[in-house]
Nanobody, 125 residues
Framework: QVQLVESGGGLVQAGGSLRLSCAAS????????MAWFRQGPGKEREFVAA????????NYANSLKGRFTISRDNAKNTVHLQMNNLKPEDTTRYYC??????????????????WGQGNQVAVSS
C-alpha cells in the first residue's frame, strides 16, 4: 500500500512557475514508476509526465515538453513536477500516481495503482 500526498499548488500569474511535490509513504517507493496527471471538472484525465523507478528515464506529454520537468528523490520518497512558463490553460487539478508494473510509457491513468488527492493549480492571465 502506498499513500501519496501532493503539495505546492496555488495561484500564479501567466509566465510564472510552480513546483508540485508528492510525498509517498512506505518503504517501497523506488519500486514504482511515478507520474503526474491533471484533470479539470468535466474533462478527461490528461497524462502530464512520468519518471522511471531509478529516475533515469522520463516521458512527457508532447504539448508540455520544455515547460514541465519531472524528478524524484528515492531517498526522500518524493516526486516533483517543476512547471515553468505557466499558461492559463494549465489551470486545473494535478495528481501524482504510482504504477508498480508499468514503465514511463504508461500514460493511461487506469493502469496506475495509487493516486494522491490532487492539488489545484490556477494560472491567471
Amino acid at each position: 500500500q502506498v499513500q501519496l500526498v501532493e503539495s505546492g499548488g496555488g495561484l500564479v500569474q501567466a509566465g510564472g512557475s510552480l513546483r508540485l511535490s508528492c510525498a509517498a509513504s512506505g518503504r517501497t517507493f523506488s519500486r514504482y514508476t511515478m507520474a503526474w496527471f491533471r484533470q479539470g471538472p468535466g474533462k478527461e484525465r490528461e497524462f502530464v509526465a512520468a519518471i522511471s523507478r531509478d529516475g533515469l528515464a522520463t516521458n512527457y506529454a508532447n504539448s508540455l515538453k520544455g515547460r514541465f520537468t519531472i524528478s524524484r528523490d528515492n531517498a526522500k520518497n518524493t516526486v516533483h513536477l517543476q512547471m515553468n512558463n505557466l499558461k492559463p490553460e494549465d489551470t486545473t487539478r494535478y495528481y501524482c500516481a504510482a504504477n508498480l508494473f508499468g514503465s514511463v510509457m504508461t500514460t493511461t491513468g487506469g493502469l496506475y495503482d495509487y493516486w494522491g488527492q490532487g492539488n489545484q493549480v490556477a494560472v491567471s492571465s
